[in-house]
C-alpha cells in the first residue's frame, strides 16, 4: 500500500527496551463511543444534530413559549420518548462495547521487568515492555520478538484473528539474539520503528543492541495483536504499539457511513409534507385574517379580532397565529417514524444473526450483520460485482496436472500419468519429473508443526543416529558435520533415512496453491522433511537430501512470483523461481520451451485450472558474493532503503530456466451455477473481477454459469493505447446494435481497463457493458476493482450496487459499493469484518437478496408509506375544524389524544409488521426469483405510490369529518337530550381516525399472522379502555371531557356511524385492489396451490 509506507527517518519513533511503564493505559482499547458521565449530553448532541429532531425540538420550545392551542405535552411526551428509545438502544450497544473492552483490557499478561516475571492487566502495557507469551495465548500488542523457546530463534503463530488464516506462520528472533534465554538479554536495546500503519504486511524497523552493528526488522519478526503462539512453549516481544495503534485495532475500524436509497425516498417525501405544512399554516392565516376583516359581525361572541377590530396589529400578535396554526398542522410531519424505522433496522439486524438457514453447517458460525442501516437495500441490487477465488470457488486446491520439458503429465490415483499414453504411470524417478517436484518441494514458504517433527523423530529414534535424532528435536548436534558446507552427506543420510518410512506429513501453508503443490511432490516421491534453521530437508524416494536456504524473494502481488536461493551438498549456489507465467516467462532463456510450455498453459486455464511455471538458475560463486557485498553496505533505515536490499537480490533473478507449469484445480462453491442463474432471472446483472488470467477466468464462469456458452462474447484483450480502446468500444457498440437472440458477454483484461478507467473511454465503455448480460474482467488489481464498481456506481442510470469477496484485496471493492457482502473465507476475515453483511457460503447471497432483501424493503417501504398516510388523515381533521371554527386556531382534539396516538394507539400494529410482513413466502421467493424485478429501482416507494398513499389519506379524511359532522349536526346525538360540543365531536373523530387506520394497516398487509392480528385488535381495544377510563376522570387537560366517550358508547347511532364509516372508507380500496389483482392476473404455482396477488 502506497499511502502507508514511511519516507523518512523524521517519521519514526524510537522505544527502550524493557523502558518501565509510566502508569498510563497505553495499551487500553476502546471501542465505547460514550462514558457514563458524559453519555447524557453527548447522545442528546447527537440525537439533535438531525434536522427532523432539531425540528421537533423547536415547535417543542415554540408550544412552550406562546399560548398554545394545544398543550405543550402533546409535543414534549412524543420528543421524550423519541429521543429516550433511541437512548435506551444506544445506550445498550455502547454497554455491550464497555463490557467487550473490559474483557479485553482487564485479561492478566505476563510482563519482564529486571529479569522477574510479573502478571499486570492487558491495559498497562506500554511501548518498550518486554511481554511473554504462553503456548496458546493471544499476543496482547504488537511486539517485536526478542526471545524464544528453544534454540532455532523461531516461533510460531496463527492469525486468524486478523486475517482468517488458520495456517502456522513463522516469526524469527533476530540472529544476534537466537539462543538467548529472558535473563541475559542485552540491556540498552532500541528499537526504531515508523509511526503505525492499517497494513497487516507492511513492517519495517531497527534493532540497535549495543556494542553491535544495527539490524534491519521485518515482518518476519512482529508479532501482531490477536495472533496466537502455537508449537512454541513462550516467546518474548518488546511492545512497539499498543492499544489504538496496533495493526488490529487500525484494521477494525470502519471506513465510512453508507445511506440506502430509501433514505432519499423518505428525504423526498418529507419535503413534500413541510411544503404541505407551511402551505397549511399561510393559507389558515390569511383565511383568518379575511375573515376578522369581512365578517366582524361575529365579535359579538367571539370576542375582539385583533385584524378587523380597531386595536393595532402587532408582531407579537402575528406570530402568535402563525405558531399556533403550525403546532395545530405540525402533526402531519411524522414524529414516531424516525424511531419505529431505527426499531425494525435494529430487529431486523438480529434476525439475520438468528437466521439457521444463514448458519454454516461445517463451522455454525452464523451470519452477521454489521450495519442495521441497510436491510432494505438488500431489496433494491441490480449488478452484483463478485470476486472468483474464494468467492465463487472453495479456495481448496487440488492439483491436477503439469507440464515437464513440454510434455503433460496428470495426476491420478496418486500416480502420474502421460497424456499421451495412459496405458500404464510413468516413473515419477526419471531425472526431468524428480527435479521438477524437488523444484516444488523447496520453493514454498510451507512449515510442519512440531508434532509431526516430534513424530518424525520418533519414527527415526531406531537408527540409532543421534545427529538426525537431535535435528528433528531441534537440537544443535554435537559433532560437526560431514563436510565444509554444513551439509549432511548423501550417504550418511541415506543411511539413516532408509530405515522407517516417515508417513504423512500435515503441512501448514498460507498459500492453498503451496500446500497442493507440496503435497503433490509427496505423494509422487519427494517429501519435503522440514527445516533445520536455514536447511531444508527432502526425501526423494530412498534418498535424503538437505538445502541450505541463504534467501527467500518473497511473492508480492506486482512480482507475482517467488524465489528461494540455495545451497546444495555440493557447495553449488541454485535459484528456484514459481510465478505466474507474465512473472517468469521474460526472465527465461530457452525461447523454445517457454513457446511450449505457454501452449501448455492455456490449455489448462481452458479447463478452469490455476497455472504456475517453474523455472531454475544455478548462480556462480561469485555473483552471489557480490551481492552480498552490496547488501552490507545498504544503510537499512527507511523503506525505500529495505526495498533496495530486495531490489539486489531481485538482480539474481535473469537468465532462468524453464522446467514446465503446474495446473491446480480450485473446486466451485456448492450451489453457485444455480444461485448465479437465480440472481440473472431477477433481474441482476453480474460482473466478476478476479486477478486470474483470461483464459482460467473464462472457463470457470462457463463452469459456474455465469457466461453461457450459446452467449456470444466480446473481449476487449491486451489493449495498450487510447486508439486501440476507441476501435475495440465502436467495435462492441456495432455488435451490440446487431439484431440477436444470444446473450451479450463481455470479457475485458486489467491491462486494458487501465485504458479505460479515468480515462475519456470511461463513458462509452459504461453504456457498452451495462448492456450486457455478463462481464468478465482479469488480471485486476484491488485498486481497479474499487475503481470499476465507482465508474458503474456513478452512470447517468445511478444503478444500485453490491460487491461480495473473501480476501483483503477485496475490501476497497466492498467498500466502494452500495451493499458490501464478506465471506469468512480461506483467504482471510479481514472482507467479513470490513462488509456490511458476512456469510460463510457465497450461495447464501440468494437468500438476502431474493428473500431478505424483498421483505425488508417490502416492509420498510409499508411502514413509511402508512406512517404518512395516518399523519395525513390526522392533520387534515385539525384543518377541516378550522373551517367550522372561524380559522380560530381551536383544536378539535384533547391534547392527550394527539399525545397518545403515535405512542400507543397506532404503534403496535406497526411494529409487529415490521418483523412479520410477506407478500410472498419464501419458498415462492426462491422458485421465481422474477418477483425480485417488481421491487426493483425503489417502486414501492415511486411517487405515483406516494401520491397514492396521499390521495387515499386525503379521502379517509374528508369522509371521518363529512360523516361525524352531518351525525352532530342537530347537536344532539343520543337519548339523554344533551347538547353536543366541541370534546365531544372531537371524541367522535378521534375514534374514527383510530379505528380507520388500524383497520387500513389490516387491509393493506398480506400476510395476517396471529400476533399481527392481535396487535390490531389491542391497539383499537386499548383506544377504547383508555378512553371510558378518561371520560370517567375529571381530569381537565384542554376541556371537558368528563362523560364525553360513555355518552358515545352508549349511542346506538354512534355505532351505527362506525359501520357507515368503516364500510364507505374502505370498501373502496378493497375493490381497487381486488380489481388490481384481477387485472394484473399474476397466478403463482406454489407446489399444488395457486394465489394471486400484487405488489
Request: proline residues 4%.
Given at each position: 500500500m502506497k499511502g502507508n509506507k514511511v519516507s523518512s527517518a523524521s517519521e519514526t519513533r524510537l522505544i527502550e527496551v524493557g523502558a518501565p511503564a509510566d502508569g498510563r493505559k497505553h495499551n487500553k482499547i476502546k471501542t465505547s463511543r460514550y462514558t457514563l458521565l458524559m453519555f447524557i449530553p453527548q447522545n442528546l448532541t447527537e440525537q439533535f444534530r438531525r434536522i427532523v429532531n432539531f425540528y421537533f425540538l423547536v415547535v417543542t420550545f415554540i408550544a412552550i413559549v406562546i399560548d398554545s392551542p394545544v398543550s405543550p405535552l402533546t409535543s414534549i411526551a412524543p420528543l421524550s420518548f423519541m429521543v429516550m428509545v433511541t437512548a435506551v438502544k444506544n445506550g445498550y450497544e455502547?454497554?455491550?462495547?464497555?463490557?467487550?473492552?473490559?474483557?479485553?483490557?482487564?485479561?492478566?499478561?505476563?510482563?519482564?521487568?529486571?529479569?522477574?516475571?510479573?502478571?499486570?492487566?492487558?491495559?498497562?502495557?506500554?511501548?518498550?515492555?518486554?511481554?511473554?507469551?504462553?503456548?496458546?495465548?493471544?499476543?496482547?500488542?504488537?511486539?517485536?520478538?526478542?526471545?524464544?523457546?528453544?534454540?532455532?530463534?523461531?516461533?510460531?503463530?496463527?492469525?486468524?484473528?486478523?486475517?482468517?488464516?488458520?495456517?502456522?506462520?513463522?516469526?524469527?528472533?533476530?540472529?544476534?539474539?537466537?539462543?538467548?534465554?529472558?535473563?541475559?538479554?542485552?540491556?540498552?536495546?532500541?528499537?526504531?520503528?515508523?509511526?503505525?500503519?492499517?497494513?497487516?504486511?507492511?513492517?519495517?524497523?531497527?534493532?540497535?543492541?549495543?556494542?553491535?552493528?544495527?539490524?534491519?526488522?521485518?515482518?518476519?519478526?512482529?508479532?501482531?495483536?490477536?495472533?496466537?503462539?502455537?508449537?512454541?512453549?513462550?516467546?518474548?516481544?518488546?511492545?512497539?504499539?499498543?492499544?489504538?495503534?496496533?495493526?488490529?485495532?487500525?484494521?477494525?475500524?470502519?471506513?465510512?457511513?453508507?445511506?440506502?436509497?430509501?433514505?432519499?425516498?423518505?428525504?423526498?417525501?418529507?419535503?413534500?409534507?413541510?411544503?404541505?405544512?407551511?402551505?397549511?399554516?399561510?393559507?389558515?392565516?390569511?383565511?383568518?385574517?379575511?375573515?376578522?376583516?369581512?365578517?366582524?359581525?361575529?365579535?359579538?361572541?367571539?370576542?375582539?379580532?385583533?385584524?378587523?377590530?380597531?386595536?393595532?396589529?402587532?408582531?407579537?400578535?402575528?406570530?402568535?397565529?402563525?405558531?399556533?396554526?403550525?403546532?395545530?398542522?405540525?402533526?402531519?410531519?411524522?414524529?414516531?417514524?424516525?424511531?419505529?424505522?431505527?426499531l425494525y433496522k435494529f430487529t431486523g439486524a438480529l434476525f439475520i444473526g438468528w437466521d439457521e438457514e444463514l448458519r454454516c453447517e461445517e463451522t455454525g458460525k452464523p451470519a452477521i450483520a454489521n450495519t442495521s442501516d441497510l436491510n432494505e437495500e438488500l431489496g433494491q441490487v441490480e449488478i452484483l460485482f463478485s470476486d472468483k477465488t474464494g468467492t465463487l470457488t472453495k479456495?481448496?486446491?487440488?492439483?491436477?496436472?503439469?507440464?515437464?520439458?513440454?510434455?503433460?503429465?496428470?495426476?491420478?490415483?496418486?500416480?502420474?500419468?502421460?497424456?499421451?499414453?495412459?496405458?500404464?504411470?510413468?516413473?515419477?524417478?526419471?531425472?526431468?519429473?524428480?527435479?521438477?517436484?524437488?523444484?516444488?518441494?523447496?520453493?514454498?514458504?510451507?512449515?510442519?508443526?512440531?508434532?509431526?517433527?516430534?513424530?518424525?523423530?520418533?519414527?527415526?529414534?531406531?537408527?540409532?543416529?543421534?545427529?538426525?535424532?537431535?535435528?528433528?528435536?531441534?537440537?544443535?548436534?554435537?559433532?560437526?558435520?560431514?563436510?565444509?558446507?554444513?551439509?549432511?552427506?548423501?550417504?550418511?543420510?541415506?543411511?539413516?533415512?532408509?530405515?522407517?518410512?516417515?508417513?504423512?506429513?500435515?503441512?501448514?501453508?498460507?498459500?492453498?496453491?503451496?500446500?497442493?503443490?507440496?503435497?503433490?511432490?509427496?505423494?509422487?516421491?519427494?517429501?519435503?522433511?522440514?527445516?533445520?534453521?536455514?536447511?531444508?530437508i527432502v526425501k526423494l524416494g530412498d534418498e535424503t537430501e538437505m538445502y541450505e536456504r541463504l534467501q527467500i524473494i518473497e511473492f508480492t502481488s506486482e512480482r507475482k512470483r517467488m524465489s528461494v536461493v540455495l545451497r546444495d551438498k555440493d557447495g553449488k549456489i541454485w535459484l528456484f523461481c514459481k510465478g505466474a507465467e507474465s512473472a517468469v516467462f521474460p526472465l527465461c532463456v530457452n525461447q523454445i520451451m517457454v513457446d511450449d510450455t505457454n501452449v501448455d498453459i492455456n490449455?489448462?486455464?481452458?479447463?478452469?485450472?490455476?497455472?504456475?511455471?517453474?523455472?531454475?538458475?544455478?548462480?556462480?560463486?561469485?555473483?552471489?558474493?557480490?551481492?552480498?557485498?552490496?547488501?552490507?553496505?545498504q544503510d537499512v533505515k527507511s523503506a525505500e532503503a529495505l526495498q533496495q536490499v530486495t531490489h539486489q537480490f531481485r538482480m539474481l533473478e535473469r537468465d532462468l530456466t524453464l522446467v514446465g507449469a503446474t495446473a491446480v484445480e480450485d473446486c466451485l462453491q456448492d450451489d453457485v451455477a444455480d444461485t448465479l442463474a437465480s440472481l440473472r432471472r431477477a433481474g441482476l446483472r453480474i460482473w466478476v473481477l478476479t486477478g486470474d488470467k483470461v483464459e482460467t477466468a473464462i472457463s470457470v464462469a462457463q463452469s459456474c454459469a455465469h457466461i453461457s456458452e450459446n452467449s456470444r462474447q466480446m473481449y476487449i484483450i491486451g489493449v495498450d493505447n487510447d486508439e486501440a480502446i476507441k476501435s475495440h468500444l465502436e467495435e462492441c457498440k456495432r455488435i451490440l446494435a446487431e439484431p440477436s437472440y444470444k446473450d451479450m458477454a463481455l470479457v475485458v483484461d486489467g491491462k486494458s481497463m487501465s485504458?479505460?478507467?479515468?480515462?475519456?473511454?470511461?463513458?462509452?465503455?459504461?453504456?457498452?457493458?451495462?448492456?450486457?448480460?455478463?462481464?468478465?474482467?482479469?488480471?485486476?488489481?484491488?485498486?481497479?476493482?474499487?475503481?470499476?464498481?465507482?465508474?458503474?456506481?456513478?452512470?447517468?442510470?445511478?444503478?444500485?450496487?453490491?460487491?461480495?469477496?473473501?480476501?483483503?484485496?477485496?475490501?476497497?471493492?466492498?467498500?466502494?459499493?452500495?451493499?458490501?457482502?464478506?465471506?469468512?473465507?480461506?483467504?482471510?476475515?479481514?472482507?467479513?469484518r470490513s462488509a456490511d453483511f458476512a456469510f460463510t457460503k457465497f450461495s447464501m447471497v440468494k437468500k438476502f437478496l431474493l428473500v431478505m432483501g424483498h421483505w425488508y424493503y417490502q416492509r420498510l417501504a409499508t411502514l413509511i408509506q402508512y406512517f404518512f398516510y395516518k399523519n395525513i388523515v390526522l392533520g387534515n381533521l385539525m384543518l377541516f375544524f378550522q373551517i367550522n371554527s372561524a380559522w380560530s386556531t381551536q383544536s378539535i382534539f384533547d391534547s392527550l389524544y394527539l399525545t397518545f396516538f403515535n405512542l400507543f394507539f397506532t404503534a403496535l400494529p406497526c411494529l409487529?409488521?415490521?418483523?412479520?410482513?410477506?407478500?410472498?413466502?419464501?419458498?415462492?421467493?426462491?422458485?421465481?426469483?422474477?418477483?425480485?424485478?417488481?421491487?426493483?429501482?425503489?417502486?414501492?416507494?415511486?411517487?405515483?405510490?406516494?401520491?397514492?398513499?396521499?390521495?387515499?389519506?386525503?379521502?379517509?379524511?374528508?369522509?371521518?369529518?363529512?360523516?361525524?359532522?352531518?351525525?352532530?349536526?342537530?347537536?344532539?346525538?343520543?337519548?339523554?337530550?344533551?347538547?353536543?360540543?366541541?370534546?365531544?365531536?372531537?371524541?367522535?373523530?378521534?375514534?374514527?381516525?383510530?379505528?380507520?387506520?388500524?383497520?387500513?394497516l389490516w387491509l393493506q398487509a398480506r400476510y395476517h399472522t396471529f400476533y399481527f392480528v392481535l396487535s390490531i385488535l389491542l391497539s383499537v381495544l386499548f383506544y377504547i379502555g383508555f378512553n371510558l377510563g378518561y371520560s370517567l376522570i375529571n381530569l381537565q387537560i384542554d376541556g371537558a371531557i368528563l362523560g364525553t366517550y360513555t355518552r358515545l358508547c352508549s349511542s346506538l347511532s354512534f355505532w351505527l356511524l362506525n359501520v357507515l364509516v368503516v364500510v364507505t372508507t374502505l370498501v373502496p380500496d378493497y375493490c381497487y385492489r381486488y380489481l388490481s389483482d384481477s387485472k394484473s392476473k399474476q397466478f403463482v404455482d406454489t407446489g399444488g396451490s395457486v394465489f394471486t396477488t400484487r405488489l
Open positions: 455502547d454497554w455491550l462495547r464497555h463490557k467487550a473492552d473490559g474483557r479485553v483490557n482487564n485479561q492478566i499478561v505476563e510482563i519482564l521487568q529486571r529479569g522477574v516475571i510479573k502478571e499486570v492487566r492487558n491495559s498497562s502495557i506500554a511501548p518498550g515492555t518486554l511481554v511473554r507469551v504462553k503456548r496458546g495465548k493471544e499476543v496482547p500488542a504488537d511486539l517485536v520478538l526478542l526471545c524464544a523457546e528453544g534454540e532455532k530463534g523461531k516461533c510460531f503463530v496463527t492469525t486468524a484473528n486478523l486475517d482468517g488464516e488458520t495456517n502456522l506462520k513463522t516469526l524469527r528472533v533476530p540472529p544476534p539474539l537466537v539462543g538467548y534465554t529472558p535473563d541475559v538479554l542485552p540491556q540498552g536495546m532500541r528499537i526504531e520503528v515508523p509511526n503505525p500503519v492499517a497494513d497487516l504486511y507492511t513492517f519495517y524497523g531497527r534493532l540497535e543492541i549495543p556494542s553491535m552493528e544495527s539490524l534491519p526488522l521485518t515482518t518476519d519478526n512482529l508479532m501482531l495483536r490477536g495472533s496466537r503462539v502455537k508449537n512454541t512453549e513462550w516467546a518474548i516481544g518488546c511492545a512497539v504499539y499498543t492499544g489504538e495503534e496496533t495493526k488490529l485495532a487500525l484494521n477494525s475500524k470502519y471506513a465510512g457511513n453508507k445511506f440506502s436509497s430509501c433514505e432519499l425516498a423518505v428525504n423526498g417525501f418529507l419535503f413534500v409534507f413541510i411544503a404541505i405544512l407551511v402551505l397549511e399554516v399561510f393559507i389558515s392565516f390569511g383565511l383568518k385574517v379575511y375573515n376578522d376583516i369581512h365578517y366582524q359581525n361575529r365579535d359579538l361572541y367571539l370576542g375582539p379580532s385583533l385584524y378587523g377590530g380597531t386595536s393595532a396589529v402587532t408582531v407579537a400578535g402575528i406570530l402568535q397565529d402563525i405558531f399556533s396554526f403550525l403546532l395545530l398542522y405540525y402533526y402531519i410531519i411524522p414524529m414516531a417514524l424516525y424511531v419505529t424505522i431505527e479456495n481448496i486446491m487440488v492439483f491436477k496436472a503439469c507440464s515437464i520439458k513440454g510434455i503433460i503429465y496428470e495426476e491420478r490415483d496418486k500416480l502420474l500419468y502421460d497424456i499421451g499414453r495412459f496405458e500404464e504411470p510413468v516413473d515419477t524417478r526419471q531425472a526431468d519429473i524428480r527435479f521438477f517436484f524437488k523444484i516444488l518441494a523447496l520453493c514454498h514458504s510451507v512449515q510442519i508443526s512440531n508434532e509431526d517433527m516430534k513424530r518424525l523423530s520418533a519414527r527415526l529414534s531406531m537408527t540409532g543416529d543421534l545427529q538426525l535424532m537431535n535435528m528433528f528435536r531441534r537440537k544443535k548436534p554435537k559433532k560437526a558435520v560431514a563436510n565444509g558446507n554444513g551439509v549432511v552427506d548423501t550417504s550418511t543420510w541415506n543411511a539413516m533415512m532408509s530405515v522407517n518410512n516417515v508417513g504423512h506429513i500435515d503441512y501448514q501453508a498460507s498459500s492453498p496453491d503451496e500446500k497442493a503443490l507440496v503435497e503433490a511432490a509427496d505423494r509422487l516421491g519427494v517429501t519435503f522433511l522440514g527445516e533445520d534453521g536455514n536447511n531444508l490449455s489448462f486455464a481452458n479447463k478452469g485450472l490455476r497455472t504456475l511455471a517453474i523455472a531454475y538458475r544455478e548462480i556462480p560463486d561469485e555473483e552471489y558474493e557480490k551481492v552480498c557485498e552490496l547488501i552490507k553496505k485504458w479505460i478507467l479515468d480515462k475519456p473511454a470511461a463513458p462509452e465503455f459504461t453504456e457498452i457493458s451495462l448492456q450486457c448480460n455478463a462481464v468478465l474482467c482479469c488480471r485486476l488489481s484491488p485498486l481497479q476493482k474499487a475503481k470499476i464498481v465507482k465508474l458503474i456506481k456513478h452512470s447517468p442510470s445511478r444503478p444500485i450496487t453490491a460487491a461480495i469477496g473473501d480476501g483483503a484485496n477485496d475490501i476497497s471493492m466492498i467498500h466502494e459499493a452500495h451493499v458490501g457482502f464478506g465471506i469468512f473465507g480461506r483467504e482471510g476475515y479481514q472482507a467479513a409487529v409488521l415490521s418483523v412479520t410482513e410477506q407478500r410472498w413466502p419464501k419458498e415462492l421467493l426462491l422458485r421465481d426469483p422474477t418477483l425480485y424485478r417488481g421491487i426493483s429501482r425503489n417502486k414501492l416507494m415511486s411517487w405515483s405510490r406516494f401520491s397514492a398513499w396521499l390521495l387515499i389519506g386525503v379521502y379517509h379524511s374528508v369522509i371521518i369529518y363529512t360523516f361525524g359532522a352531518l351525525a352532530i349536526k342537530h347537536s344532539v346525538i343520543n337519548a339523554d337530550m344533551k347538547a353536543m360540543d366541541v370534546w365531544v365531536f372531537g371524541a367522535v373523530l378521534f375514534h374514527l381516525l383510530v379505528l380507520i387506520t388500524n383497520l387500513k
